[in-house]
């Protein structure tokens, strides 16, 4: 892909337009995605931090749970951002009655896991073996669990829990690089999508 990708970032709810600013910044087209048309005119999706719940209930109310899941299942680079590594997660902990997740990365997410201790906090953290980076975590989810295909991008304290995963054209985090002003996990998605 020579010229710049076009990513979408959903826009049903969250923080859709510190994304579209960080995609920019990436040197990415960045459009929101609130139809199915929208979706489909995508080469790649960011899926925001918000409220997983929300964000689930709402894709099934614009009917985009379906879709979402196909494009995702073909290979679409998506990128979960907090409530969005939520959504990418094949199974989860702690979610609401009958939660349901689009899936497509092989781990247990658990949900709202640091905010039991804290709220919200920031740590320093190694991403990717591309330096240390400032993470802002917001009632975020940590990995409990990854599966063999899983590649670990990054760990936090407390605890040394698993913060940033990708699996093939999947990326997650828990915390949020759009709150920042450093582009760089922004770029490292980039990157992937030009190469996949
Ligand atoms: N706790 C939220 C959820 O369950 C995620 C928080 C966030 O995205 N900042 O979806």
Redesign the pocket.
Known sequence: MTSAPTIGVLALQ?DVREHVRALSASGARAVAVRRQAELEAVDALVL????????WKLAEAFELLEPLRMRVKSGMPTYG????M?MLADRIEG?VEGQQTLGGIDMVVR??AF?RQVDSFEASLDFAGRGRLRAV?????WVESVGADVEVLGRAEPGDRIVAVRQGPLLATSF?PELTGDTRVHSYFVEMVREL
């Open positions: 969250g925001p931090g918000g409220e997983s719940t929300t964000m951002s907090c409530a969005g939520i979610g949900r709202n905010g975590f917001i009632r975020a989810p949020h």
